[in-house]
């Protein structure tokens, strides 16, 4: 069984439309996390989420919101999406708090037209 | 500020030779991680090593650690073609808050 997984794959869409990503975990893990990783490789944390307390990176656009409706699952929200939205979107999670080992899904890599 | 910067930033070498990369950072941590990223794939965690320790072993793998000059080593004995993928150092940020900062990874390439 996949521990980290996300969907969908692949994703392409048009500017301006709504799109969401699914994540969850199955490992039992109260810290979930999504990440952004741009064309040249570099992975940039966007949101952190423990026990219902979301920490967002201040750089990330309001566009972009995190929703979970249990301990086990992440989704990503995002609105009015931008051509600079293209990227690699990975959910990790831990056990270990923010300083622990990070389990990573397989990523989302999503395309805007 | 980015923490974590590895280099070289791509790396060839023969099968069954070491391979090694580094990483700086520029904060205080309490402990530093090395990532593999296969293509097209999400990481995969190698070794930690905390603040306290100066090296680790992990099969092939061996990490150190500097704090004094803020950096790290990982070093892959051995190398075997499956060893082909991008690596990454990752530390805290210290305030416990905005989880792991990543730098922009190694892509390391095993010729056969």
């Known amino acids: 069984d996949t521990a980290v997984s996300q969907t969908p794959k692949y994703l392409v869409t048009q500017m301006g439309n709504d799109k969401s990503i699914k994540c969850e975990q199955n490992?039992?893990?109260?810290?979930m996390y999504w990440y952004k990783q741009d064309s040249k490789k570099f992975l940039k944390i966007m949101f952190s989420?423990?026990?219902?307390?979301?920490?967002i990176n201040e750089t990330v656009p309001n566009r972009f919101s995190p929703k979970s409706p249990d301990k086990a699952h992440l989704n990503l929200h995002i609105n009015s999406l931008e051509l600079g939205d293209s990227a690699v979107y990975f959910c990790?999670?831990?056990?270990?708090?923010?300083?622990?080992?990070?389990?990573f899904g397989a990523g989302t890599r999503l395309s805007v037209l | 500020s980015q923490q974590g910067e590895e280099d070289p930033q791509a790396l060839s070498i023969q099968e069954g030779e070491n391979a090694t990369m580094n990483c700086s950072y520029k904060?205080?941590?309490?402990?530093l991680q090395w990532y593999r990223q296969n293509s097209g794939r999400g990481l995969v965690h190698l070794i930690l090593?905390?603040?306290?320790?100066r090296e680790k072993h992990s099969g092939r793998l061996r990490v150190t650690l500097d704090t004094s000059k803020k950096s790290s080593s990982l070093l892959i004995t051995a190398s075997r073609a499956a060893d082909t993928a991008s690596y990454f150092c990752?530390?805290?940020?210290?305030?416990?808050?905005?989880?792991?900062?990543f730098g922009k990874g190694t892509h390391l390439i095993i010729q056969p």
């Open positions: 989420y423990n026990n219902k307390e979301l920490i």
């Open positions: 990752a530390t805290d940020a210290g305030g416990g808050a905005d989880g792991l900062t």
């Open positions: 904060t205080s941590i309490n402990n």
């Open positions: 090593i905390r603040s306290n320790e």
């Open positions: 490992l039992g893990h109260d810290t």
């Open positions: 990790a999670s831990t056990s270990g708090g923010t300083r622990g080992i990070q389990y």
